[in-house]
């Protein structure tokens, strides 16, 4: 693993950010890991490991096979929980 610095400290808790800011699912940070990079591990990039562990709004649907799943994301589409702020398109509803 590289040594740069990790943009979320390992536990805490991340939303998604940019266009999809407020909406989907809260995720646990589990580690980093290295980026794949076509034919070659890249070790100066590192991808976020999140822990799904329900939606940020409401129940989870019946069915729902993401809950409990571990995925791999660009840290730059997370943020920290406390950070979120509603959809700029919930105020049209």
Known sequence: MSR????????ALVVNTGRL???GYIWRVEGYH????????DESRQAVVC??????HGKPERGDDHIGG???????TKELLGAVKPAHQMGLF
């Open 4 to 11: 740069k610095r990790q943009p979320f400290p390992i536990g």
């Open 21 to 23: 800011r407020g909406q």
């Open 34 to 41: 290295p980026v794949w990079a076509g034919d070659h591990w």
């Open 51 to 56: 822990r799904n562990i329900g939606p940020l």
């Open 70 to 76: 571990i995925f791999h994301y660009r840290p730059e």
